[in-house]
């Protein structure tokens, strides 16, 4: 536990210091990301250039800094979004049970029987390619799975014996959702919330590496990645520096999200795992 | 005071063709004002579902429930927020009684909270006096449902419901899953309040010698009907129904 902890300490440091270093890229990033200078491309590490220059030229350090930025926004907007979305059908769905139930649980399985990566590409494909797509197709994709927890979730503490008693001194649905039910479930949804956040990041990642995401020129550690390809055998920090950001930032957010499962409740909450 | 007129209950299951099941059947009785009616069966026989119809929180599926004149399942809706508040119910399990998230006082103050009306000036002096009734001191107000045992949390719940100034009061199984010596303190409590307060009491157990004990009339339930009503004397003395024979029989082999 003492272990667990310690890790989950150093991912927020982690994560704290990536989120400060992106807000504040404008004024530490030694160039400006998006400086093309042909005659220093394809450099090496030097005191200049702390982790090189990419194909045109452009500090790679300084696209690095600022390379957070779209992604984390994004991913932070996109899952409080799916959030609220799959957590007040999930809530509905599971107060009311019957009809409305019936109806929502029908919306979600058509949801969750698409595959995801297919109905992301559908919807970035009509689309365009632009955030505001990337932001729908996310949403679209993710809020089914969150509506189930919570839907079960909501289940579970509705027939717990004092939401009855409740009702019996005569509280009105709303009453017992806002005072009981949600404040009951608000931990499993925090975990929720960021386990999601590493999958909505890599989600975006590999939407982006495919050239369907964020677009280049924006310094992006996922275009980063994608521009680096080429140079693979030959500059391998090209790839390696982004490539450590993500899975620094999707890794950290995984281990916050697990401390937090073990610190709010060890036993009822393994289960959000298995489906998050 | 309260009359049960012809209410069922079904369940609905099997995966092609569905089948429709009884829990409760087509059960009849009414309950006087002041006294304790008695409802006994095994488990499963439908007393809890009964119970919760009668009170207004499950809507059956047929019959109707009469309250003091008013029908409960087509009342107003300031009708039903009035009934609401003079039918209470304590339920079986002390444990999960009161939200853990809340400390007890937070959990007692809730009738406040949902019926502004009940508030007399000051709410600590409402919240002692009923506290004293029940016997607690007020200070245990301040723990989680956690931090008390099973016997105080039933007495909170109680205390609690008493805030609501009710006239009938459902009582399910409230000890069952107490032991004898702290069971024994919370019925003759309730009988103490009873007499005090002038209530009516629907008290539901498996154990023949807790209803006799507490009940003017008793009603025994076996699938979902109730097959013999009759003065808790007469149907420990002389039941008629072959079941309740067997349960009177049974009781008297094992408890004596």
């Known amino acids: 536990m003492i272990g667990k902890g310690k890790a989950g300490a150093f991912a927020a440091g982690c994560l704290g210091l990536i989120v400060f270093v992106s807000l504040c890229a404008p004024w530490i990033s030694p160039y400006d990301p998006n400086q093309i ?122 027939v717990e014996p004092y939401i009855e008693g409740t ?9 017992i959702m806002i005072v009981h039910i949600i404040p009951s479930i608000a931990g499993t949804v925090l975990v929720l919330l960021t386990i999601r956040m590493s999958r909505t990041l890599l989600m975006i990642a590999s939407l982006s590496f495919l050239g369907l995401g964020v677009q280049p020129p924006t310094p992006d550690w996922s275009v980063m990645l994608n521009d680096a390809r080429p140079f693979l055998r030959t500059q391998p920090h090209l790839m390696l520096a982004p490539g450590i950001c993500i899975t620094a930032v999707s890794l950290s957010f995984q281990i916050i999200g697990d401390t937090l499962r073990d610190r709010l409740d060890p036993k009822r909450m393994q289960r959000v795992e298995d489906i998050a | 005071m309260l009359q049960v ?103 007692i103050m809730e009738p406040f909270v949902l019926h502004p009306t009940l508030r007399k000036g000051d709410d600590h002096e409402q ?48 000890t069952s899953m107490l032991d004898v010596s702290v069971q024994a303190q919370i019925l003759r409590l309730l009988k103490h309040i009873q007499k005090q307060r002038k209530m009516t009491y629907l008290f539901i157990s498996h154990d023949l010698d807790v209803v006799n004990w507490m009940s003017d009339r008793v009603a025994v339930m076996k699938d979902g009907e109730i097959v013999e009503t009759g003065t808790s004397n007469k149907i420990m003395k002389h039941p008629t129904h072959p079941y309740t024979q067997k349960l009177v029989q049974a009781f008297l082999y094992t408890d004596r």
């Open chain 1, 167 to 175: 009702r019996v001194l005569g509280a009105s649905a709303f009453y």
């Open chain 2, 127 to 174: 919240i002692e006096e009923v506290m004293n009734m029940v016997g607690l001191q007020p200070e245990l107000l301040r723990r989680y449902p956690y931090q008390v045992s099973g016997g105080q949390i039933q007495r909170i719940v109680l205390a609690r419901a008493l805030l609501m100034n009710p006239e009938f009061i459902v009582l399910d199984e409230p």
């Open chain 2, 5 to 107: 007129h012809n209410v069922s209950k079904y369940i609905e299951y099997g995966l092609v063709r569905k089948r429709k099941k009884a829990i409760v059947n087509n059960t009849s009785f009414s309950i006087q004002a002041g006294e304790t009616f008695g409802l006994i069966g095994e488990s499963g026989s439908g007393k809890t579902t009964l119970s919760r119809m009668a009170i207004g929180l499950l809507r059956p599926d047929e019959g109707a429930v009469e309250f003091a004149g008013y029908d409960l399942y087509s009342a107003s809706r300031g009708d039903s927020k009035l009934l609401r508040q003079k039918m209470q119910m304590i339920f079986q399990h002390p444990d999960t009684a009161c939200n853990p998230r809340k400390t007890l006082l937070q959990s």
């Open chain 1, 37 to 158: 200078d042909m005659s220093n491309r394809l450099m090496s590490l030097s005191a200049a250039h702390w982790m090189g220059t990419d194909q045109l030229g452009r500090d790679v350090y300084s696209r690095i800094l600022y390379g957070g930025r779209v992604s984390l926004l994004l991913s932070g907007v996109a899952t409080v979004s799916t959030l609220l979305v799959g957590f007040c059908i999930g809530v509905l769905g599971g107060y009311f049970r019957g009809k409305v139930d019936t109806c929502l649980q029908t919306i979600v399985h058509i949801f969750q029987g698409v595959p995801g990566l297919t109905m992301m590409l559908a919807i970035v494909g009509v689309l365009g390619p632009s955030l505001k797509s990337l932001f729908l197709a996310i949403v679209l994709t993710s809020w089914a799975d969150f509506s189930r927890v919570v839907r079960g979730e909501v289940m579970k503490i509705q």
